[in-house]
């Protein structure tokens, strides 16, 4: 067996040191949500502190900042609920389509 010289990993040691948000803009790969979701997240915006786990776990891309808030781009929102599971402080939660 070969010996493979690893190479180190990367040096983590602020939020700043790991990568922000999805690599492509949201609209890469398709133009918009195939309109199939059927629970959507909904933002209170006073709740919200700016820490941005959604922002960073959203695997669509479809959460995008706004100052020290999040805004949701619903087009490319396919209703996975990572966001509100991740959101400590409650300010995402998950309602059905429709639903207020």
């Known amino acids: 067996m ?3 010289r ?3 990993p990367p040096r983590l040691d602020n939020l ?3 990568p922000r948000g999805s690599s492509f803009p949201s609209f890469y790969i398709t133009e918009k949500n195939a309109a199939w979701r059927v629970f959507r ?3 209170e915006a006073g709740k919200c502190v700016g820490c ?6 959203c ?13 949701i781009d619903y087009d490319f929102c396919k209703g996975c609920g990572i966001c509100a599971h991740e959101c400590k402080l409650g300010a995402l939660t998950m309602c059905k389509e429709g639903e207020e």
């Open 59 to 71: 695997p669509d891309g479809a959460i995008h900042r706004e100052g020290k808030t999040v805004a």
């Open 52 to 57: 941005g786990r959604c922002y960073l776990l």
């Open 41 to 43: 997240p909904v933002l």
């Open 16 to 18: 700043e040191d790991f």
């Open 2 to 4: 070969k010996n493979f």
């Open 6 to 8: 690893m190479s180190p």
